[in-house]
């Protein structure tokens, strides 16, 4: 398993209940896939949404977002931290 943090574009003004839905429809079917979202914040400013999970692939997590509606812009894996 790996790290991933994925991007998400577009979605000006997105409010905390809209996120909150989003991030839950993932949690839902997640286990189908072995991926684990850890965490999601938003801009509504901008628009960007940051994913971090816990995952096989980046295609796995991009398999989940496509399923629930919202697909990734961009899928960067995170091969350190401390």
């Not at 997105?14 to 997640?30: C, G, P, S, V, Y």
């Not at 399923?67 to 812009?73: L, V």
């Amino acid at each position: 398993m790996a790290i991933y943090m994925d991007v998400h574009r577009g979605m000006k003004g997105i409010t905390a209940d809209e996120l909150k839905a989003a991030h839950q429809a993932d949690l839902a079917i997640e286990s189908e896939e072995g991926v684990h979202f850890e965490h999601a914040w938003a801009d509504p400013d901008s628009g960007d949404i940051f994913c971090l999970s816990d995952a096989p692939s980046a295609e796995a997590v991009q398999r989940i977002h496509e399923r629930t509606g919202h697909a990734a812009d961009e899928i960067h894996p995170v091969p350190l931290s401390i």
